[in-house]
């Protein structure tokens, strides 16, 4: 029996149809959406991108602006308060007092200068004795503050401000700077600094000036104690001054130039003209009654 010869040849592959082919090149996408997905797809990342600018701009770059030019840029100054000034500290070091008296503030000259007395119960800032008479040499009006201490009774401290400080008619009411509660209760940190309000106001027969941060303000020198007191707030990088009490300084910057100083300085405005700034001074103002604290 024959048997017949192996063809040598391979068989021939079974080529898929053209439509096979097509249909098995069909995505996902294009079976879901169509030919079309492509645009759909791209007109999403778009919507996408945009809602995304606009929630960052809007959120976080734009409330922030000012946060970043006045780390970063040039500062901007509250145009709408035309009387400015400065306060200084031995962070300050050697200053040329002939260049500041002729400095400008975005074109307003300097008007007010208040610097750092004290601290505590026996810290003397070791500028401040030069700093001050050289603010008096120069006619700008002038002021001083104690920084207050919360591990010290608000009394001791306003001794040892009265016996470090001698205010003169014209300078401006003393100034008391309060930045920390330390380990006191509120309660306790608004009897000690009523009570050196209270010394130190009876010694010049002149209203104080309380020196504060806004938050620090709004959380605890909120009561009716303090709301006859003349308020200076430090709030940075804002536009405008938040605080909806009355106030009559505003701490805009710390990041402040000035000629004749190294350096940052800290710059305010006065919420006020020039003649009601010199109705704050010793001599000028009628203290408030005090029969209600």
Not at 51 to 71: C, E, H, R
Request: proline share 4%; net charge positive; no cysteine.
């Amino acid at each position: 029996m024959t048997q017949k010869k192996r063809s040598s040849t391979p068989p021939k592959k079974r080529r898929r149809s053209s439509r096979n082919s097509k249909q098995s090149a069909v995505t996902w996408a294009e079976r879901s959406f169509g030919h079309g997905y492509k645009r759909v797809f791209w007109i999403g990342i778009i919507i996408a991108a945009g809602v995304y600018l606009f929630v960052t701009y809007n959120y976080i770059v734009a409330p922030t602006s000012n946060l970043w030019q006045g780390l970063f840029g040039t500062t901007k100054y509250p145009e709408e308060y035309a009387v400015r000034g400065i306060d200084i500290s031995r962070y300050q070091s050697e200053i040329d007092w002939e260049k500041v008296a002729a400095a400008k503030i975005d074109h307003q000259p300097i008007r007010f200068v208040i610097a750092k007395a004290t601290e505590g119960k026996e810290h003397v800032d070791k500028n401040f004795n030069d700093n001050f008479y050289q603010i008096g040499q120069y006619d700008f009006i002038r002021g001083a503050y104690h920084f207050f201490s919360p591990l010290v009774s608000g009394d001791v401290q306003a001794k040892h401000y009265l016996k470090q400080v001698h205010l003169e008619p014209g300078d401006l009411a003393p100034v008391l700077d309060v930045e920390s509660i330390g380990t006191l209760s509120a309660e306790q940190l608004r009897k000690e600094v009523a009570e050196w309000l209270n010394i130190v106001e009876k010694h010049y027969n002149t209203t104080p000036i309380i020196y504060t941060g806004l938050k620090f303000k709004e959380k605890y020198l909120n009561t009716p104690t303090f709301d006859r007191y003349h308020f200076w707030i430090a709030h940075y990088y804002v536009k405008q001054l938040s605080y909806k009490g009355k106030w009559k300084f505003w701490q805009f910057t710390d990041r402040g130039k000035i000629d004749g100083i190294s350096g940052d300085v800290d710059l305010n405005v006065y919420n006020g003209s020039s003649y009601d700034l010199q109705q704050l001074t010793i001599g000028e103002q009628e203290p408030e009654d005090t029969e209600a604290q």
